[in-house]
């Protein structure tokens, strides 16, 4: 019997070991009143500015395609998302409304801008200024604010 928990000690560390590294760039958000963040790798026909690629999943089943961008000769890291201009439509729009919508993470260190580099350990929380409002102000408002959503995402996991 002795041998019993040295084996599940030794399956254990290679289990964990064999297990996909936790990255920003894969990283999964939430919120309580079920907005979903899931970082994914930049696409290869994005610009060149954009650092980071998301699907912000709305309580009601609307998929929002996001990006964070660094704009030339500004230092602060902008984001922006596209999705379906009516919760069951097919027309394509951007639902960016604010003019400093910038990105935040809450780090070791405290609050700091979203970094340019997705390759290291993802953040507890991440900051998307102005993200509810403007939901609010899209036609996607009567299904998504029977709660308070808001613009803060919890840390909830890696994507496999």
């Given at each position: ?67 964070i ?28 409304e ?7 993470v ?55």
């Open positions: 019997m002795r041998w019993l928990p040295v084996f599940m000690l030794i399956c254990g560390s290679s289990v964990a070991m064999a297990a996909p590294d936790c990255s920003f760039e894969n990283a999964r958000y939430a919120q309580a009143d079920g907005w979903m963040l899931q970082f994914q790798p930049v696409p290869r026909d994005a610009p060149a500015n954009q650092t980071a690629s998301f699907i912000l999943g709305l309580k009601s089943g609307a998929k929002l395609t996001g990006a961008m660094w704009p030339n000769g500004y230092s602060t890291p902008l984001w922006s998302v596209e999705g379906p201009c009516q919760p069951d439509g097919d027309e394509i729009c951007r639902f960016t604010a003019e400093n919508n910038t990105a935040y809450l780090a070791e260190a405290g609050i700091e801008r979203m970094p340019e580099q997705m390759d290291g350990p993802p953040a507890r929380q991440v900051l998307l200024t102005q993200l509810a409002a403007t939901i609010w102000y899209s036609s996607h408002r009567s299904l998504e604010f029977d709660g308070e959503p808001g613009d803060v995402f919890d840390f909830a996991g890696c994507a496999n």
